[in-house]
């Protein structure tokens, strides 16, 4: 493995990082979003503001990441891509910051309309954020962004069928992913209700994207032939396994199995994403400029993949113990008793 591609890979588990943590995160919001009316929503929102509340900036670590890798060590690429689909990703940009600003702002304001608006926000910002990233990475994946700066149409590299296929399916696969995740966490909390009306939702919304990936394939056909040869050749072993995961996935969510579930749709999601990265394959951006042509110099990876093996190492534990920490069941109110007794006759007299 030459170094560009071993820090395009570290870019790639990024993007696959950020596409899972912050792909549920935004589903939240879209669940947000479809929850009704303030009455009837309440205990929706409430389950998706506690379970994505400790964690949700942390999520958009990966997106740096990401965009710090690429910028660095591809800045040739990067360069061409963010000045053809600079719409998009302004766009994205802004709705990241409004659904962040929302969030914060909901929870301290004390008018109800207020309340709605903010909410109001944060939901609709939820739905756009990763359908503008979707569309970005179908307007790469289906070749029309040029490897010169601003060489691609400003509109149709991103208006297109395989962008508009990209956006779709990434709202629905936030939308699928939060449902799944939110079912646990429904359930570790004693709400089995809620667990059950989101498991429904899951099957539901895993059942749709299902659906829409099987049309997708004959707008891939017509419209990027070049990636449906990918998908279909190299790729395909990847693609299959995201088949398989995905049923596996429903059929755990059928039995009530959520963490299986969570680790079988996040399986299906990873190999889908790897199909689409072999799919690509030399290429960085279709169908002219290699990984290898885009890479910057080898001093300049040689240092960015030093500086990467060493944040990993800091990086990566506090990610982990923040996930796990707030994935700990609460303690039951005759739990805290006992704790509290505990603690008294412990204390010196």
């Not at 929706?44 to 379970?51: D, K, T, Y």
């Not at 300049?300 to 500086?307: G, P």
Request: glycine share 12%; proline share 4%.
């Amino acid at each position: 493995m030459t170094l560009a591609y071993a820090v395009l890979g570290a870019a790639f588990v990024g993007l696959i990082a950020y596409a899972l943590f912050g792909g549920a995160d935004f589903g939240g919001g879209i669940w947000d979003l479809l929850a009704g009316g303030t009455e009837r929503g309440r205990a929706v929102r409430e389950r998706v503001e506690n379970s994505i509340g400790p964690v949700w900036e942390a999520n958009h670590v990966w997106l740096i990441f990401v965009l710090v890798v690429l910028w660095t060590g591809f800045s040739g690429g990067f360069a061409a891509a963010v000045t053809t689909l600079y719409i998009p990703l302004t766009l994205a940009a802004f709705g990241i910051i409004a659904r962040g600003a929302a969030f914060a702002y909901r929870k301290s304001v004390g008018t109800l309309r207020m309340r709605r608006f903010f909410g109001a926000a944060f939901a609709l910002s939820s739905l756009l954020t990763p359908f503008f990233f979707g569309a970005v990475v179908g307007g790469v994946a289906s070749g029309r962004v040029p490897p010169r700066i601003a060489g691609g149409d400003v509109v149709t590299s991103w208006a297109n069928p395989t962008s508009m296929l990209g956006g779709t399916l990434a709202v629905l696969v936030c939308a699928y992913l939060a449902a799944v995740f939110l079912c646990g966490d429904a359930r570790r909390d004693g709400d089995h209700e809620l667990a059950e009306a989101f498991r429904s939702r899951a099957l539901a919304t895993g059942v749709f994207t299902g659906v829409v990936g099987l049309a997708g394939i004959a707008v891939l056909r017509a419209d990027a032939p070049v990636l449906f040869d990918g998908l279909t050749g190299r790729g395909l072993p990847a693609v299959l396994l995201s088949v398989v995961a995905g049923l596996t996935a429903l059929g755990l969510l059928l039995t009530r199995r959520y963490i299986g579930a969570r680790l079988t749709s996040a399986l299906a999601v990873t190999a889908i994403l790897v199909g689409w990265a072999v799919g690509q394959y030399p290429y960085l951006l279709l169908p002219s400029l290699t990984v290898e042509q885009a890479a910057t110099g080898r001093s300049t990876l040689l240092a960015l993949l030093v500086a990467l093996c060493v944040g990993t190492v800091i990086l990566i534990p506090a990610l982990v113990f923040l996930y796990t920490l707030f994935q700990r069941p609460p303690y039951a109110p005759e739990r805290l008793d006992q704790c509290h007794r505990q603690t008294r006759q412990a204390e010196p007299e």
